[in-house]
């Protein structure tokens, strides 16, 4: 719980909340216990509420239409769980037996409802700034990226084309395993010898669209460590979590637009 709230960046003054928020219905049906529903409830209003007001103050050209597309893309539950992939919210959870034996700490649906679960527990704990804080602080990069190409059909489409304006090519490079009815795929996105985007997914295209997002992300995202350096191919060693920094040349792109 302690090391949570300090990946939350928030301090609960009521750990209860947090208990709750953290509580999935097959534990609260085994312990007669309440779950995280109501809260998860509460949070998905939240969510959508501080990415609608961030949209529509930051990016006044975009039309109704295009400002529904950016929020359906960011609050989707995949960019939920991946949310609560960084934060390790999955081995804080209270689980079932059945889930725990099969895995849930690392299904993307169960993430997802909790991630909503703890935006609705740090709201009713400190109210609407502690909320909005948390929020922006792991969507800001994801509503800039889809703000930026509103109009895009999926990330590797919108890769594709931020790259193109400044005359660069993605490359993918992915690999798979496990049995045939339950595959698993990582990809990476490389540009020019250097690695900024990397996925998961049951589909060699999910992953591949996933280290796409990531690698737009990373594209609008001003603070992030350094990049790998080069590798043949996807190891054993990667993982979706780990953020990458836009390279020099974009960002010297976006300074240059934005004082033009």
């Known amino acids: 719980m302690n090391h949570l709230q300090r990946r939350l ?13 953290l509580t999935h ?12 529903e109501r809260l998860e409830f509460l949070g998905d209003t939240v969510l ?11 990016y006044p050209s975009l039309k109704e239409g295009q400002m529904t597309r950016v929020r359906a893309e960011v609050v989707r539950k ?30 993307p649906s169960i993430l997802a409802d909790a991630m909503e679960a703890v935006i609705g527990a740090v709201y009713r704990d400190g109210g609407w700034k502690p909320a909005e804080r948390l929020v922006m602080t792991h969507w800001r990069a994801m ?5 930026a190409t509103p109009d ?8 594709q084309e931020l790259l193109a304006s400044e005359g660069k ?26 690695r900024f985007g990397v996925g998961k997914g049951s589909a060699r295209r999910q992953a591949e669209q996933e280290a ?45 637009r934005k004082h033009s």
């Open 9 to 21: 960046g928030y301090h609960f003054s009521s750990p209860e909340l947090l208990l709750n928020a």
């Open 143 to 147: 509503i800039d990226a889809q703000a």
């Open 212 to 256: 796409a997002r990531r690698a737009v992300e990373a594209l609008y995202s001003d603070a992030a460590p350094a990049r790998s350096q080069p590798t043949p191919a996807v190891t054993e060693a990667s993982t979706v979590d780990e953020p990458q920094q836009a390279p020099q040349w974009w960002r010297w792109r976006r300074t240059r």
């Open 169 to 194: 090519v993605p490359e993918y490079r992915s690999s798979g395993e496990g049995p045939s009815h339950a595959p698993r795929f990582e990809a990476e996105v490389w540009v020019e010898g250097e």
């Open 78 to 107: 995949e960019s939920l769980a991946r949310v609560a992939e960084a934060l390790e919210l999955g081995e804080a959870l209270r689980l079932g037996k059945g889930q725990e034996q099969s895995d849930g700490r690392r299904k």
């Open 48 to 58: 959508q509420m501080v990415v609608t007001r961030h949209i529509f103050g930051e």
């Open 152 to 159: 895009a059909q999926d990330a590797k489409t919108q890769l």
């Open 25 to 36: 219905s097959s534990y609260a049906n085994e312990m007669n216990t309440p779950d995280n």
